[in-house]
């Protein structure tokens, strides 16, 4: 059974660093089959795609966060990272990982709520 | 960017009805579509891919078609548990891209 947990602070002040973690287990992060995906949902805005890693380390991302945003893979943690930085009340959200399989998502973590402030 | 424009918004029906949900892509995406039901406070969940694949483990009752860019999502006979919000997404292009949500409320 594939598991996503994302782990990370809850609270970030504006103008810092928003890092969190997503930990795999029943599956594996350097598997080619997938690809490893953060997304997230505020009311404002709905579903948004941040961007997706490969198993290799090739990188995705939405171009409305490119400047600000890493995401990285550790395969010896089975685990996967995203850092925004500079960020604003706008990037309130709950943050979901997920795994990528065939241009869709099949498996999520339970999301974490970052609030800005 | 792709956008893809979810109708209704919001709807209300009742156990036993049968459901339709459109999404419309901005540009075509082929059948690089799939559709997830998400309920408060969960993750999103898969149910569709392919515009028309059922997800494994996702009650008959849910079928999706189209192509290009207009796609459906049925419920043919509403169950108690389906009542949630239902997103369709684009898989052709990056950035990946959702519908705005279509939310079902019992009536």
């Known amino acids: 059974q594939v598991h996503l947990q994302e782990s990370g602070p809850g609270l970030v002040k504006p103008s810092e660093t928003l890092s969190l973690t997503c930990t795999v287990s029943?599956?594996?992060?350097?598997?080619?089959?997938?690809?490893w995906a953060w997304i997230r949902q505020s009311p404002g805005t709905g579903l948004e795609w941040i961007g997706e890693i490969y198993y290799d380390g090739t990188t995705d991302y939405n171009p409305s966060l490119k400047s600000r945003l890493i995401i990285s893979l550790d395969t010896s943690k089975n685990e996967f990272s995203l850092r925004l930085t500079s960020v604003t009340a706008a990037d309130t959200a709950v943050f979901f990982c997920?795994?990528?399989?065939?241009?869709?998502?099949?498996?999520w973590g339970q999301g974490i709520l970052v609030t800005v402030s | 960017d792709i956008q893809m424009t979810q109708s209704p918004s919001s709807m209300s029906a009742s156990v036993g009805d049968r459901v339709t949900i459109t999404c419309r892509a901005s540009?075509?995406?082929?059948?690089?579509l799939a559709w997830y039901q998400q309920k408060p406070g969960k993750a999103p969940k898969l149910l569709i891919y392919g515009a028309s694949t059922l997800e494994s483990g996702v009650p008959s009752r849910f079928s999706g078609s189209g192509s290009g860019t207009d796609f459906t999502l049925t419920i043919s006979s509403l169950q108690p548990e389906d009542f949630a919000t239902y997103y369709c997404q684009q898989g052709i292009g990056i950035p990946r891209t959702f519908g705005q949500g279509t939310r079902l409320e019992i009536k």
């Open positions: 029943g599956d594996s992060t350097s598997s080619r089959s997938y690809r």
């Open positions: 540009q075509g995406i082929n059948r690089w």
């Open positions: 997920a795994r990528h399989y065939g241009n869709n998502y099949d498996y």
